[in-house]
Nanobody, 124 residues
Framework: QAQLVESGGGSVQAGGSLTLACGAS??????MGWFRQAPGQEREFVSA????????YYADSVQGRFTISKDSSKNAMYLQMNNLKPDDTGVYYC???????????????????WGQGTQVTVAP
């Protein structure tokens, strides 16, 4: 069964760090991304990476603090989150797309697969 399995997340103080991981099971994505959703808010793009060439993208709000990386041999990606802020709090979702096409990496509907989500809480 094709699925995304996430790990990581948790609770930290502002300024702390966390690492999220996501692995694809039973399929090989072309691109993988992270989105997050705070209570009462829409799901928003955080970061994405192409597994073929490693091109990566970041939301302005996390640029310079978060680093996305991949292990193509494992169909996996990671999100290192440093200098976390209370505004980073939310449920973080892993997403993946198999087919190539227009590069709408920041659009949730463009992705075919989603993980179950993992909570990240940053205390002031």
């Amino acid at each position: 069964q094709a699925q995304l399995v996430e790990s990581g997340g948790g609770s930290v103080q502002a300024g702390g760090s966390l690492t999220l991981a996501c692995g694809a099971s039973s399929f090989s994505p072309s691109i993988m991304g992270w989105f997050r959703q705070a209570p009462g808010q829409e799901r928003e793009f955080v970061s994405a990476i192409w597994l073929i060439d490693g091109d990566r993208y970041y939301a302005d709000s996390v640029q310079g603090r978060f680093t996305i990386s991949k292990d193509s041999s494992k169909n996996a990606m990671y999100l290192q989150m440093n200098n976390l802020k209370p505004d980073d709090t939310g449920v973080y979702y892993c997403a993946a797309r198999v087919a190539l096409g227009s590069n709408r990496y920041s659009t949730p509907d463009w992705y075919n697969y989603w993980g179950q989500g993992t909570q990240v809480t940053v205390a002031p």
